[in-house]
């Protein structure tokens, strides 16, 4: 069979064939190889096989361990459909999470087995399995599960992040992902004197997703790491010494407020970043003090990944000229803008809200809530958000989500919250907060305790301010440019 027609499944097995002793993963400085990936995919696809689920429906809490690479490439293998949950939730929020999705099986991590977890296992009637270490098996108690319809299209299902609306469950078809697998033109011998693939992107997330299509199912050793450091990323550039590097947009001022030493990152001739707006007067420091260009590029998980990017080919013709564009479209991809109040089309050289097409995804235009301006040479400049949210770091957090949850609680009446400017992650949220009369105050960190069991961590405000009356606008709805304008203080003293 030609490799144009292959499916994911087909490009997995033939992964799954690389000689056991190949180096695969190192994690927290021991080394896995393809022998260990082998073992437990097969593991894997063996307790699926003794669930009862037929081909059903996979629920994955993956935590960046290697038993969940190895997880992800069983379920894959077989040409399941994934749905992706973030592990890095309360166990409230992920129990209900798997009570949403409603799949027959869930995998995850032996911690993950929270009380929570197994009651929503038990009323759903789902098999589990259990991934501990380089092992995987079949839970004692829910090692069968009750059918469900098996999706007619497989898919690998990621919680977006929010660049078109509310963060929701988003099904990218395995056809997507075996193109971009087909597409880096690496052959399946690795070489053993290339740097390993840093893996530090969440497994979950469309960034962690390409980042396993890209390097991992090529054969590519990698380097996986819990989540991003600045000790880590530093330890790879000295240890392996490559030539290009990238990380999410808020390593950029973590690597300068570190004072990392110049010549520790000499070896890069251009950091790669994106999923985030990067603050210009950042990147001009990062470029002016370690003498590395920023490499920009903007995409999203609803476009299937990257749909405009600065390559090093257009820094190089480009430079100054362009400084801080994330770039030009992609082959195939269109871009078109949108005026914010009367939605009508704008022409190039204008500021408006952006729409996609995105040929990864099919032929309808996608439209965002990013506001951002295309010059007369196509290249596109970020501007903010047209629906208000935050962007904190690489996560989109959405004001009325916290709003929302807050209001849940017991001794609030009404609660605002708005993106206060941070200089490492962009913006942070800031929570202000009316109690209800003859409340008392039980403090920052009950609220806080309060929010965890109900939103994810990144949506955790990182600001508080208590007031009498919250402020209202004329048609009585929360005012937040004064909202803003309380957390003035936070911002300067920064």
């Keep these: 069979m030609e490799n144009s027609v292959k499916t994911l499944a087909e490009l997995v097995r033939d992964t799954l064939e690389l000689p056991p002793e190949t180096e695969a993963i190192e994690y927290q400085e021991r080394y896995?190889?393809?022998?260990?990936?082998?073992?437990?995919?097969?593991?894997?696809?063996?307790?699926?096989?003794?669930?009862?689920?037929?081909?059903?429906?996979?629920?994955?809490?993956?935590?960046?361990?290697?038993?969940?690479?190895?997880?992800?490439?069983?379920?894959?293998?077989?040409?399941?459909?994934?749905?992706?949950?973030?592990?890095?939730?309360?166990?409230a929020a992920i129990a209900?999470?798997?009570?949403?999705?409603?799949?027959?099986?869930?995998?995850m991590a032996e911690e993950d087995f929270t009380p929570e977890v197994r009651a929503v296992l038990a009323e759903k009637r789902m098999a589990a399995i259990v991934l501990s270490e380089m092992q995987a098996r079949l839970h004692p108690d829910f090692a069968h599960g009750d059918p469900r319809p098996v999706p007619a299209h497989a898919s690998v299902d990621i919680l977006t992040s929010g660049t078109t609306g509310a963060p929701k469950q988003f099904p990218i078809g395995h056809e997507v992902f075996a193109r971009y697998v087909l597409n880096q033109g690496m052959t399946l011998l690795p070489d053993p004197n290339e740097p390993p693939f840093l893996?530090?992107?969440p497994i979950g997330n469309i960034s962690g997703m390409y980042s396993i299509c890209g390097a991992f199912l090529r054969g590519k050793r990698?380097?996986?790491?819990?989540?991003?450091?600045?000790?880590?990323?530093?330890?790879y550039v000295r240890r392996f010494r490559p030539a290009t590097g990238g990380a999410p947009p808020a390593a950029v001022s973590m690597?300068?407020?570190?004072?990392?030493?110049?010549?520790?990152?000499?070896?890069?001739?251009?950091?790669?970043?994106?999923a985030a707006p990067l603050d210009p007067t950042v990147q001009k420091r990062f470029e002016e003090t370690?003498?590395?260009?920023?490499?920009?590029?903007?995409?999203?998980?609803e476009f299937g990944g990257p749909v405009v990017a600065m390559t090093p080919a257009l820094h190089a013709e480009w430079g100054e000229k362009k400084f801080g564009s994330v770039g030009r479209p992609m082959p195939g991809v269109e871009l078109r803008l949108r005026d914010a109040e009367t939605d009508a089309v704008l022409p190039i050289g204008n500021e408006g809200v952006l729409e996609v097409v995105s040929p990864r995804m099919g032929p309808e235009w996608i439209r965002t809530s990013d506001v951002v301006f295309i010059d007369e040479d196509g290249f596109m400049f970020c501007r903010g958000r047209n629906d208000g949210a935050i962007m904190r770091g690489g996560f989109k957090v959405l004001p009325e989500t916290i709003e929302r949850a807050l209001l849940l609680h017991p001794a609030i009446s009404s609660a605002g919250v708005v993106g206060v400017p941070d200089a490492r992650l962009h913006e942070v949220p800031g929570a202000v907060i009316q109690l209800k009369p003859g409340m008392e105050n039980p403090g920052i960190e009950a609220f806080k305790d309060h929010l965890r069991a109900l939103v994810m961590s990144t949506h955790l405000p990182v600001h508080w301010k208590f007031v009498d009356l919250l402020p209202k606008n004329a048609s009585f709805k929360i005012d937040r440019p004064a909202l803003k304008r309380l957390f003035a203080e936070e911002v300067t003293s920064a």
């Design 96 to 107: 209900a999470a798997i009570a949403k999705l409603d799949s027959p099986v869930a995998v």
């Design 255 to 274: 690597i300068l407020d570190a004072k990392v030493p110049k010549e520790d990152l000499a070896s890069l001739k251009y950091f790669s970043t994106g």
């Design 222 to 235: 990698v380097l996986l790491v819990d989540r991003f450091s600045i000790p880590a990323y530093v330890d």
């Design 32 to 91: 896995y190889n393809w022998g260990d990936v082998q073992r437990v995919a097969a593991e894997v696809r063996g307790a699926l096989a003794a669930s009862g689920i037929g081909g059903g429906a996979v629920s994955f809490v993956p935590r960046n361990r290697p038993s969940a690479m190895a997880a992800i490439v069983g379920m894959l293998a077989d040409g399941r459909t994934v749905r992706m949950i973030y592990a890095f939730q309360s166990p």
């Design 199 to 201: 893996f530090s992107f």
């Design 290 to 301: 370690y003498g590395i260009p920023i490499i920009l590029s903007y995409g999203a998980t």
